[in-house]
């Protein structure tokens, strides 16, 4: 798992290559994006929706489920994403988006969403087998963002990618497995983290989906509950949860924040560590790095992608097997789907 941490960057400069040559339905008049996937496959999702909230003029709505919202149609551009292929519940809401008459685009390493979409003459990008499906997060968002990117004639994109790769790269080097942890604030974190069960906070909605990346990776990498929410609604609900003194103690906060967050966003912070986080265990804050928002988003990913697998060390389980989401579908597949 570290090792495909590492490549994280690597893994989205050849994610981004090839969406450049893939084959793109006609570039309608969309009135939505969604996005079908779940789990590790759905989280590329949500970093869409966050990228493009605030300069994209139709919704980006993530659909993590076996059913589909009835405003898709035949003005909805779709992406069906996973990374087996053999997900039911987005093989399902895929089935469903072709009799809505959907666009689509399939991202997989292959299984039965492969062949459908091979059946069904989709664009379809080809994600390389072999990896835990979370470990492939830039083989299944990128490619979205590239697309979009081409659909849209949104060339700023390309510019973002570029300063997102040589950030990650940077951070790579610094945070990686060989720099020690005298030098290496994700190994600091994850040493925070350890016997502690992590709260994890978005200074803003912009930044949400990173954290819902960290309470993932801490799940099945560390294989520990977490907790995550975003600024400033927590201030409406968690917050009072934190009245609660005796988990409030095992809590260890992370704040994931702007490189220059906003006045206001600041203010509100500061005075929620001292109403709230008060009795937590620690609380430390974690900057994206970047000025455009992809790098930002990636890299807040990357350090969490670190720092779970890090925490999963200190607590020597192994970062990769995820048992219980395999024992469930196994459970749940049919005999006569075979697969
Ligand atoms: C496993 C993982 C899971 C899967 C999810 C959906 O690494 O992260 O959350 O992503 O169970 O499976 P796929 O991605 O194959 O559609």
Redesign the pocket.
């Given at each position: 798992m570290i090792d495909l941490v590492v490549r994280f960057p690597e893994m989205g400069e050849e994610a981004w290559q090839t969406a450049m040559r893939l084959r793109l339905p006609p570039s309608g008049e969309y009135t939505a994006i969604a996005v079908l996937?779940?789990?590790?496959?759905g989280v590329g999702g949500d970093l869409l929706a966050a990228l493009l909230r605030p300069v994209f003029p139709v919704p980006v709505v993530v659909v993590k489920d076996r059913g589909l919202p009835a405003f898709v149609g035949p003005q909805t551009l779709v992406f069906a994403c996973?990374?087996?292929g053999?997900?039911e519940e987005?093989i399902n809401a895929y089935t469903a988006a072709k009799q809505a008459g959907a666009p689509t685009i399939v991202i997989t390493s292959g299984g039965v969403l492969h062949g459908l979409a091979t059946a069904h003459g989709d664009p379809r990008v080809q994600v390389p087998p072999g990896m835990?499906?979370?470990?492939a997060l830039p083989y299944l968002f990128l490619p979205m963002v590239n697309a979009l990117r081409r659909l849209t004639h949104m060339g700023e994109l390309s510019g973002e990618w570029a300063e997102a790769r040589d950030a990650l790269r940077a951070m790579v080097a610094e945070l990686g497995p060989q720099s020690p942890r005298e030098r290496n604030p994700a190994k600091q974190l994850a040493e925070r983290l350890f016997g502690h069960m992590p709260a994890v906070y978005a200074s803003s909605p912009d930044l949400a989906a990173a954290a819902y990346r960290w309470k993932s990776q801490l799940n099945?990498n560390g294989k520990v509950l977490a907790l995550w929410h975003a600024f400033p609604e927590l201030n409406h609900n968690e917050a009072v949860g934190w009245e609660d003194g005796t988990t409030a103690a095992r809590l260890a906060v992370v704040l994931l924040g702007e490189p220059a967050e906003d006045a206001a966003v600041a203010r509100r912070i500061a005075a929620t560590r001292e109403v709230s986080f008060r009795s937590a265990a620690s609380v430390s804050d974690v900057t994206a790095r970047g000025s455009a928002r992809l790098a930002r988003l990636l890299s807040l990913v990357l350090f969490g992608d670190f720092v779970s697998v890090y925490v999963a060390l200190l607590r020597g389980v192994d970062p990769t097997p995820?048992p219980p989401?395999d024992e469930v579908k196994r459970r749940l597949r049919l005999p006569a789907e075979g697969r």
């Open positions: 996937g779940m789990g590790g496959s996973s990374y087996s053999n997900t987005t835990p499906p979370r470990a099945e995820v989401i």
